[in-house]
């Protein structure tokens, strides 16, 4: 089976590591090598970064290679690929990680017990189905 996501110019991508620039988001610019590629986002310096630490999205922005800042800014903002990331299932996994990691005690408190009521009444819910099937 192919690989559904194939490195090219335009190609979305985040960022693996290091744990400084982990979870941003970068558009391949250009591809220097079998192994690593020039990467720019709005906000942030142009670099080449290897593939190891860069995973690829579903989402691609139609722009030149070594577009400008200004191109590069111009075509984010009107593919809106941060707000579709957002809404991706990926997207979502990473701002949990994110709420998550900013809970402070009480959060993880209630949060530990809304978990508890919640598999109790399942629980309750799959006895009562298990006792009438018998």
Do not use: C, H
């Not at 996501?5 to 391949?28: D, N, T």
């Not at 090598?33 to 142009?46: I, K, M, Y």
């Not at 990691?101 to 629980?123: G, P, T």
């Amino acid at each position: 089976m192919p690989f559904a996501r194939q490195v090219s110019i335009g190609r979305v991508a985040l960022v693996q590591y290091p744990e400084a620039e982990a979870g941003k988001l970068v558009v391949i610019s250009d591809v220097v090598s079998a192994n690593a590629a020039l990467v720019d986002f709005p906000g942030q310096t142009r670099r080449v970064i290897s593939f190891k630490r860069l995973a690829l999205t579903d989402f691609t922005i139609d722009i030149p290679r070594l577009a400008k800042k200004s191109v590069l800014t111009k075509a984010i903002a009107e593919s809106e690929v941060e707000a579709k990331f957002a809404k991706s299932a990926w997207g979502q996994k990473l701002q949990k990680r994110v709420d998550k990691a900013a809970m402070s005690d009480f959060d993880r408190y209630k949060a530990a017990v809304q978990k508890m009521k919640r598999s109790s009444q399942v629980r309750r819910a799959f006895n009562k189905l298990k006792k009438s099937a018998k």
